[in-house]
Nanobody
Framework: QVRLIESGGGLVQAGGSLRLSCAGS????????MGWFRQAPGKEREFVAA????????RYADSVKGRFTVSRDRAKDTVYLQMDTLNPEDTAVYYC?????????????????WGQGTQVTVSS
């Protein structure tokens, strides 16, 4: 079964940084737009960031703009989410997603493949 695998989550203090990575398990996603979403306990899954297939266009949620950076290394077939200046409100399970399209989307229902998620916990 084709899936995405996230890594890099963990526990960090407020103001700290983490970098999440995402890669495909059975196939390449180098020609897919990719996204990051998150879900905190008791809340809806929400968009965080997305990047187009070439890595030339990115989009961010207002809540993370200026603090998070999405990027991709097509040679390594890996997508990254660099998270800086983390705060407790960023605590959530973070999911990587891929869509069968070249351009980004903010809508989780428009993504076709998902990872199982990685926990990010920010302590105050």
């Amino acid at each position: 079964q084709v899936r995405l695998i996230e890594s890099g989550g963990g526990l960090v203090q407020a103001g700290g940084s983490l970098r999440l990575s995402c890669a495909g398990s059975e196939r390449s996603f180098s020609n897919n737009a990719m996204g990051w979403f998150r879900q905190a306990p008791g809340k809806e899954r929400e968009f965080v960031a997305a990047i187009n297939w070439r890595g030339t266009a990115t989009r961010y949620a207002d809540s993370v703009k200026g603090r998070f950076t999405v990027s991709r290394d097509r040679a390594k077939d890996t997508v990254y989410l660099q998270m800086d200046t983390l705060n407790p409100e960023d605590t959530a399970v973070y999911y990587c997603a891929a869509r069968n399209a070249l351009t980004t989307s903010l809508i989780w229902g428009e993504y076709d493949y998902w990872g199982q998620g990685t926990q990010v916990t920010v302590s105050s």
